[in-house]
Antibody
Framework: QVQLVQSGAEVKKPGASVKVSCKAS????????LNWVRQATGQGFEWMGWMNPYSGTTGYAQKFQGRVTMTRNTSTSTVYMELSSLRSEDTAVYYC??????????WGQGTTVSVS | DIQMTQSPSSLSASVGDTVTITCRAS??????LNWYQQNPGKAPKLLIYGASSLHSGVPSRFSGSGSGTDFTLTINSLQPEDFATYFC?????????FGQGTKLEIK
C-alpha cells in the first residue's frame, strides 16, 4: 500500500543540524511532490516546504529559507529534510506528506525532534 | 500568507450528535480547502478535499461545504472514533497554511 516511512526520533543540541528521512513506497516516487510540515506540542501545523522528486526542485517557506535543505535519492525513493542552526523553538514533530493537487493525501508517521 | 481561522477551538458533543466546525480564510481561496482528522500521537488523515469531496474510505457522515472565504465541516451522527482534532488547510497559494484546529471531545 501507499506509505511514507520516516526515520526515528532525534535529540539535538542548540546550534546543531538534524536530517530526517522519508521513504516512499507503493506508488511512483517521482510523480508527486513531497512536503514537510511540523507541529509543536499542542500547536497547529507549520508548512516548511516542498520538493519535486522528479526534478529535484524545491520551494521553502520564507521562515526557513537559509536553514532548511530538502534533497532526494531516487534510487531508494527517499526524501530528506535537513534543518540547521537548531534552537529550542524547533522542537516539534516533523511530518513528510505527499501532495496531490494541493491535498496532503498520504502522511508519514512523524519524527520527533527535540532540541535541548 | 493566507491566514486560516477555525472555530470553535474545542467542542463537546455526545455520540449521535451532529456538529459543525468552521474555517475562515483571510482572502478568497475559491474551493481550495481541505479537512483533516488527527488522533493523539498520530499523523493527520485526509477527510475532505476541494471543500466538499469525500476522500476515499471516509464515512459519508462527514461532509464539507463552502467557497471563497467561509467553509464548514459537518459530522452527522457522531461515532466514538470521531472524537479527535480537526484541521483545515488551504492550498490556494504555494504556501500551505492551516487552521489552529478544533478538538472534539466527548460530553
Amino acid at each position: 500500500q501507499v506509505q511514507l516511512v520516516q526515520s526515528g526520533a532525534e535529540v539535538k543540541k542548540p546550534g546543531a543540524s538534524v536530517k530526517v528521512s522519508c521513504k516512499a513506497s507503493g506508488y511512483t516516487f517521482t510523480r508527486y511532490d513531497l512536503n514537510w510540515v511540523r507541529q509543536a506540542t499542542g500547536q497547529g501545523f507549520e508548512w516548511m516546504g516542498w520538493m519535486n522528486p522528479y526534478s529535484g526542485t524545491t520551494g521553502y517557506a520564507q521562515k526557513f529559507q537559509g536553514r532548511v535543505t530538502m534533497t532526494r535519492n531516487t534510487s531508494t525513493s527517499t526524501v530528506y529534510m535537513e534543518l540547521s542552526s537548531l534552537r529550542s523553538e524547533d522542537t516539534a514533530v516533523y511530518y513528510c506528506a505527499r501532495m496531490d493537487t494541493g491535498t496532503l493525501d498520504v502522511w508519514g508517521q512523524g519524527t520527533t525532534v527535540s532540541v535541548s | 500568507d493566507i491566514q486560516m481561522t477555525q472555530s470553535p477551538s474545542s467542542l463537546s458533543a455526545s455520540v449521535g450528535d451532529t456538529v459543525t466546525i468552521t474555517c475562515r480564510a483571510s482572502q478568497s481561496i475559491s474551493r481550495y480547502l481541505n479537512w483533516y482528522q488527527q488522533n493523539p500521537g498520530k499523523a493527520p488523515k485526509l477527510l475532505i478535499y476541494g471543500a466538499s469531496s469525500l476522500h476515499s474510505g471516509v464515512p459519508s457522515r462527514f461532509s464539507g461545504s463552502g467557497s471563497g472565504t467561509d467553509f464548514t465541516l459537518t459530522i452527522n451522527s457522531l461515532q466514538p472514533e470521531d472524537f479527535a482534532t480537526y484541521f483545515c488547510q488551504q492550498s490556494s497559494s504555494t504556501v500551505c497554511t492551516f487552521g489552529q484546529g478544533t478538538k472534539l471531545e466527548i460530553k
